[in-house]
């Protein structure tokens, strides 16, 4: 068979596995268990029929038709009802009767229904819930007993169906393989289903500790960084108040105290956007975006920033270029990219942002001349690896700003990636889909 052949087989198997069991999405565990144990016990005791029949026990025979027939109803309760608990209480009330009543007609203790007694209660033991264990072992123990006492003082109630060593060998030898078997498939199948359980749930808790370990360490230089801003706000406040400023240091205070409180409120924005990110999920809404339109109130608010540091801010924008995006994600990104190279960007350098047409994607580039990206960081730019950097003007940031970039860019199917220029600073790109 050829490689692709092989594949296709095993596509072929493993969906006919899932339609049999029961889709993950849609079933739990302990119902695609019982899903498989079902047609499991339904295969077996379809094969006893015949062979029961062909081997002279004619009513065992028929007791394991009639049992074909009712795991049939049991499976479609569980597989097409999802009423699992039902069909457990079922399965595993008919099997104790029937094999009872087969008990009589198959030589008793000589014959090979305790083997089946031993297979039922380990398949009972599988697929119930732990509440109903000592539910099912005691009647599976009083009924084993039960039967055992009775033949033992009316041991002429029991039918001799044997006539020969033949018919024992040949009775009680499949009866022993199958149970090995069955035993085997499904001890791997809870071992496996339990290994992958629990890979799971340490993925999903090591996601939960990192993320919260991030999110102590954020919070902790939240509280840290914020405190600077107001207490410089204080201070000049409280200077004020108590001396005489001439007009001159007065603007000056000013306007590095307004700088610092634009600085903090932009902190305080992507954490609020974070936070709220967190709590209620992304909610994306992707319609034609005029770029230039969504850009420009974003360079208004920036410059402030570059005007203090007396940074050129230079700009290349198509005014016809729209695209699918949400208008507030992308103005969140802009508004990061282009305050991180304020940020970054000594005094007298220079910021370009550029719009272009790329086949059916638009690229935004935000290029600065400022110290570039460390190469140890470069890793890390767009996760949440909360560290305090500073910028070229002693800047204080946290490092959420690109992480959320990252995010919402993810969000509207785009890209985002950075370069560092040969001749220093660095380079954005943000790549979205054209509108059509």
Same mark, same amino acid.
């Given at each position: 068979?050829?490689?692709?052949?092989?594949?296709?087989?095993?596509?072929?198997?493993?969906?006919?596995?899932?339609?049999?069991?029961?889709?993950?999405?849609?079933?739990?565990?302990?119902?695609?268990?019982?899903?498989?144990?079902?047609?499991?016990?339904?295969?077996?005791?379809?094969?006893?029929?015949?062979?029961?029949?062909?081997?002279?026990?004619?009513?065992?025979?028929?007791?394991?038709?009639?049992?074909?027939?009712?795991?049939?109803?049991?499976?479609?309760?569980?597989?097409?009802?999802?009423?699992?608990?039902?069909?457990?209480?079922?399965?595993?009330?008919?099997?104790?009767?029937?094999?009872?009543?087969?008990?009589?007609?198959?030589?008793?203790?000589?014959?090979?229904?305790?083997?089946?007694?031993?297979?039922?209660?380990?398949?009972?033991?599988?697929?119930?819930?732990?509440?109903?264990?000592?539910?099912?072992?005691?009647?599976?123990?009083?009924?084993?007993?039960?039967?055992?006492?009775?033949?033992?003082?009316?041991?002429?109630?029991? =039918?001799? @169906?044997?006539? #020969?060593?033949? +018919?024992?060998? /040949?009775? *009680?030898? %499949?009866?022993?393989? &199958? $149970?090995?078997?069955?035993?085997?498939?499904?001890?791997?199948?809870?071992?496996?289903?339990?290994?992958?359980?629990?890979?799971?749930?340490?993925?999903?808790?090591?996601?939960?500790?990192?993320?919260?370990?991030?999110?102590?360490?954020?919070?902790?230089?939240?509280?840290?960084?914020?405190?600077?801003?107001?207490?410089?706000?204080?201070?000049?406040?409280?200077?004020?108040?108590?001396?005489?400023?001439?007009?001159?240091?007065?603007?000056?205070?000013?306007?590095?105290?307004?700088?610092?409180?634009?600085?903090?409120?932009?902190?305080?924005?992507?954490?609020?956007?974070?936070?709220?990110?967190?709590?209620?999920? =992304?909610? @994306?809404?992707? #319609?034609?975006? +005029?770029?230039? /339109?969504? *850009?420009? %109130?974003?360079?208004? &608010? $920036?410059?402030?920033?570059?005007?203090?540091?007396?940074?050129?801010?230079?700009?290349?924008?198509?005014?016809?270029?729209?695209?699918?995006?949400?208008?507030?994600?992308?103005?969140?990104?802009?508004?990061?990219?282009?305050?991180?190279?304020?940020?970054?960007?000594?005094?007298?350098?220079?910021?370009?942002?550029?719009?272009?047409?790329?086949?059916?994607?638009?690229?935004?580039?935000?290029?600065?001349?400022?110290?570039?990206?460390?190469?140890?960081?470069?890793?890390?730019?767009?996760?949440?690896?909360?560290?305090?950097?500073?910028?070229?003007?002693?800047?204080?940031?946290?490092?959420?700003?690109?992480?959320?970039?990252?995010?919402?860019?993810?969000?509207?199917?785009?890209?985002?990636?950075?370069?560092?220029?040969?001749?220093?600073?660095?380079?954005?790109?943000?790549?979205?889909?054209?509108?059509?």
């Amino acid at each position: 068979m050829s490689i692709s052949g092989t594949r296709n087989f095993t596509q072929r198997a493993k969906a006919f596995s899932l339609y049999i069991i029961g889709d993950p999405q849609h079933f739990t565990l302990e119902n695609r268990i019982f899903n498989a144990i079902c047609a499991i016990a339904l295969f077996i005791i379809a094969i006893n029929v015949p062979y029961n029949y062909l081997t002279g026990l004619k009513v065992t025979s028929l007791i394991f038709t009639v049992l074909v027939v009712v795991f049939i109803g049991i499976y479609y309760l569980s597989r097409y009802r999802k009423k699992v608990d039902l069909s457990i209480s079922l399965a595993v009330i008919m099997i104790n009767v029937m094999f009872a009543l087969n008990y009589f007609f198959s030589s008793g203790i000589e014959g090979a229904s305790l083997l089946s007694f031993t297979l039922a209660f380990f398949l009972t033991m599988l697929i119930s819930p732990s509440r109903q264990y000592y539910w099912w072992i005691s009647l599976n123990l009083v009924t084993v007993l039960g039967l055992i006492a009775w033949e033992y003082y009316y041991p002429d109630s029991v =039918l001799n @169906v044997y006539k #020969t060593r033949r +018919d024992i060998f /040949a009775d *009680i030898t %499949p009866t022993y393989i &199958i $149970n090995v078997v069955v035993i085997f498939v499904g001890t791997a199948y809870l071992k496996n289903a339990y290994n992958k359980e629990k890979k799971t749930g340490e993925e999903k808790t090591r996601s939960l500790e990192m993320m919260n370990a991030e999110k102590s360490k954020l919070f902790s230089l939240i509280s840290h960084d914020l405190r600077n801003p107001l207490a410089s706000i204080q201070s000049y406040l409280q200077l004020m108040r108590e001396i005489e400023i001439d007009q001159e240091n007065k603007i000056q205070i000013e306007t590095e105290l307004l700088y610092v409180v634009n600085s903090t409120q932009e902190m305080l924005y992507n954490i609020l956007v974070w936070s709220k990110t967190q709590l209620d999920g =992304l909610h @994306v809404n992707l #319609t034609p975006v +005029d770029v230039a /339109a969504a *850009i420009h %109130p974003i360079l208004k &608010i $920036n410059k402030m920033a570059v005007a203090k540091k007396k940074i050129s801010l230079d700009t290349n924008i198509d005014a016809s270029i729209k695209v699918m995006a949400d208008v507030n994600m992308l103005q969140l990104i802009v508004r990061n990219l282009v305050g991180n190279a304020a940020k970054f960007t000594p005094a007298g350098g220079s910021i370009f942002i550029k719009t272009s047409r790329n086949a059916d994607k638009c690229l935004i580039e935000v290029k600065d001349s400022g110290v570039g990206i460390d190469p140890k960081r470069q890793t890390d730019v767009f996760s949440l690896k909360v560290r305090s950097t500073f910028g070229t003007d002693a800047e204080k940031g946290i490092g959420l700003g690109l992480f959320l970039c990252k995010e919402y860019t993810m969000a509207q199917q785009g890209r985002i990636w950075f370069e560092n220029n040969k001749n220093g600073g660095s380079s954005f790109y943000l790549e979205l889909a054209l509108a059509q």
